[in-house]
């Protein structure tokens, strides 16, 4: 993959790419090894999530995913008033449920979900309804003090459907999770960052820079672990403590059948920096 490149989705049949995806990304001192940056770009509709842009952003991510070489991945929207102010309604006005389940659009938000890859997300603006959604589909969110989160779908006579009421209660409780979708009111990044929706708040101006730095700093780890630590992450919000416990130990025990294992340790023992290889 090139530097600054435009990954279409091979569904999208016509009209603009919506997603710009650079990798190596760009950061204040030069290239960033192992890290991509992924531009959400519909500014005039404040990167709102029609069905294509979403297939167009899952291909982006499958793509990169599939890449030994990107370890890291940010994902952010383009200008500064909007990380992504929601789905397209007007797409969404005219679907009924038999299209709906027919036409299968939403199975892109499993594909999202799917990436193994660490994701993070660097939200300015407004995230609301899918951009709320997709924000915590995200490893780790990097705010910026003007972000806005929240799930509005009620004041148009629906409610979240793409794990908006799911995602939304694990992180920040049931009592709050209840108030904001059955209000819509939006929550600010100092409120969501109290309430643990996000990693951390930064200076607006900032949030991209920080969250390509926190990229820098988890793609510089050992990429077979910072996976299956993910996923066990993931998956303490699946299964039973047992269970989980079971899941991590199994990961554990097959880290140690990898190379990075082995150069993990003695790097440590000959105190020196390790090389990851991936293996």
């Known amino acids: 993959m090139t530097d600054s ?6 569904a999208q049949a016509s009209g603009p790419p919506f997603i710009r995806s650079a990798f190596p990304a760009s950061g204040p001192n030069g ?6 940056l992924v531009t959400i770009d519909r500014q005039d509709a404040l990167n709102a999530l029609s069905f294509d842009l ?3 952003l899952a291909a982006t991510l499958e793509a990169l995913d599939a890449d030994p ?3 890291a991945i940010v994902l952010t929207g383009a200008g500064d008033r909007a990380f992504a102010a929601g789905a397209d309604i007007r797409e969404l006005s005219t679907q009924t449920p038999t299209t709906l389940a027919a036409g299968n659009r939403f199975a892109v938000w499993d594909r999202i979900a799917a990436i193994g890859t660490p994701l993070i997300a660097a939200v300015r603006g407004f995230a609301l309804g899918g951009g709320s959604e997709l924000a915590m589909s995200c490893d780790m969110i990097v705010a910026g003090e003007d972000a806005q989160f929240g799930q509005p779908e009620i004041r148009l006579g629906v409610m979240p459907g793409a794990g908006g009421t799911q995602r939304l209660t694990r992180a920040i409780g049931k009592a709050k999770a209840m108030e904001m979708i059955l209000t819509g009111r939006t929550m ?16 607006s101006e900032a949030t ?6 926190l990229a820098t700093v988890v793609a510089a780890q050992a990429p077979l672990a910072a996976r299956a630590a993910k996923q066990a992450i993931l998956q303490a919000a699946e299964l039973s403590l047992s269970a989980g416990i079971e899941h ?16 993990g340790m003695t790097a440590f023992d000959e105190k020196r920096p390790a090389t990851w290889t991936g293996r």
Do not use: I, N, W
């Open 69 to 71: 070489a990107c370890r």
């Open 31 to 36: 290239s960033l090894d192992h890290v991509a």
């Open 248 to 263: 991590e130990r199994r990961e554990f025990f097959r880290l140690f059948a990898t190379d990075d294992q082995t150069e």
């Open 54 to 56: 979403l297939d167009e």
């Open 5 to 10: 490149t435009r990954v279409k989705a091979t």
């Open 208 to 213: 991209l820079d920080a969250a390509l730095e």
């Open 188 to 203: 600010g990044a100092r409120e969501a960052e109290a309430h643990g929706l996000v990693t951390r708040v930064v200076p």
